[in-house]
Structures are given as structure tokens and as C-alpha cells.
């Protein structure tokens, strides 16, 4: 039974590249994690939670996370890893899958997210995840069995490098996209190269549920 899915969207990164909190840039209007929890909380997600660290208070005044439970990592400086952790702990034993969301892809689409879970689902695997230019990607859907994993992450290792580490396990969404269009907005050259300083989602449903 493959129970309830939840999705957890991390933004709790100090944004020391950029130099100001990535969360907050404006893209189509409003800042970068309100477009993206909007969109992950129109899928069919059962649960969003939203992992907070670095500046919490200002982020949560100045984004509307909609239907998202907000958790507070204390540990955020130690990279990634810990913020996954937060999120896992926060999640009910009614929850069999989750989805890791990174909170600076801008390209993240709520039909995305929801062909991730019907690939899933039906794939026969453990885990489902965009594969770019033949590298898996995040957003990645991870069955409670490979959670365990998640506990020998360090630093700012994700599921990024679970899914890389055990591509026999992910069943693979392909997309025509190149590759720079999913790595993280770390930098203002990575924020100004976004058209139209904003991103319209080239993603095309695939699947039908």
C-alpha cells in the first residue's frame, strides 16, 4: 500500500553566494518560494511541509506558503542533510512517500509533480525523478523503504546523491530541457540569466493519472 504522499520543500539555505536570501527574489511578481509552494501545493500532494532555517522570520512574513506546514531547522548550517532530516522527522507514519522540492527551481511545476507521483506509483520502483541531459534531478519521489538512507547524509548532500547513488531503483521522467535550467539559484548571474528575470515552465505533462 503505498499510503499518503507529502512533499517537502527545502529553503532553509543561508544563501551565501547570492549574498541576500534567494527565497525572497522576485520572479513573475512574487518571491521565488511563494512561485514555488504555490505550485507544489496545487498538486495532488497529500501534505506540504516547508523546511525554514537561515532568516525563518523574515521569509514567513513576507511569503504566503498557502496550505504548507512551515518546520524550523535549527541545524541549518550543517548543510542540506539536516534540513532533509527536519523535514522526514515531521512527516506521520500515515505517510508512505515523500517528494524532496528544492525551493530555488524556479521551473517547478504542480503537472510535474504530479506525473512524478503517477510515474511512481506505477514504475514499480521505489523512486521516481527527473532525469536532465541524462543526470537525475530533484523534485524525486523516495518510498519510506529508502528513507533509512536519508540518516547517512552529511553536509550538503541531498537526495541528489541517493538517487545518483542507486539510479537502478528511480524510475526516470525525461526532460527536453538543458541541464542549466535545473541547477539551483545560487548566484545573481544564475538569477539574471532567468528570462525575463522569471521562468515559464517548459515541462509538458506526460502521463496521464
Not at 527545502?10 to 551565501?16: C, F, H, I, P, T
Not at 507514519?93 to 507521483?117: A, C, F, K, N
Not at 536532465?132 to 519521489?141: C, S, Y
Request: charged share 25%.
Amino acid at each position: 500500500m503505498v499510503g499518503e504522499s507529502a512533499g517537502i520543500v527545502l529553503a532553509a539555505g543561508e544563501s551565501r553566494r547570492l549574498g541576500r536570501p534567494k527565497q525572497l527574489l522576485p520572479i513573475e511578481g512574487r518571491p521565488l518560494l511563494e512561485l514555488v509552494v504555490t505550485r507544489v501545493c496545487g498538486s495532488g500532494l497529500d501534505e506540504v511541509v516547508v523546511v525554514l532555517g537561515a532568516r525563518a522570520d523574515e521569509i514567513t512574513r513576507a511569503v504566503d506558503l498557502g496550505r504548507a506546514t512551515v518546520v524550523l531547522n535549527p541545524d541549518y548550517e550543517e548543510g542540506m542533510s539536516s534540513s532533509l532530516r527536519a523535514g522526514v522527522a515531521s512527516l506521520g507514519d500515515s505517510v508512505g512517500r515523500l517528494m524532496v522540492i528544492l525551493g530555488d527551481q524556479p521551473d517547478v511545476s504542480t503537472t510535474m509533480i504530479d506525473d512524478l507521483l503517477t510515474l511512481q506509483r506505477h514504475s514499480g520502483l521505489p523512486a521516481a525523478a527527473l532525469s536532465v541531459d541524462g543526470l537525475l534531478q530533484p523534485p524525486a519521489v523516495l518510498e519510506r523503504s529508502l528513507w533509512r538512507e536519508i540518516e547517512t547524509l552529511a553536509g550538503d548532500a541531498g537526495c541528489r546523491e541517493l538517487i545518483r547513488n542507486h539510479p537502478e531503483l528511480v524510475a526516470q521522467l525525461p526532460l527536453p530541457a538543458p541541464l542549466r535550467s535545473w541547477t539551483d539559484l545560487d548566484t545573481l548571474a544564475d538569477y539574471r540569466g532567468l528570462p525575463e528575470k522569471g521562468s515559464c515552465p517548459r515541462f509538458v505533462g506526460r502521463l496521464r493519472p
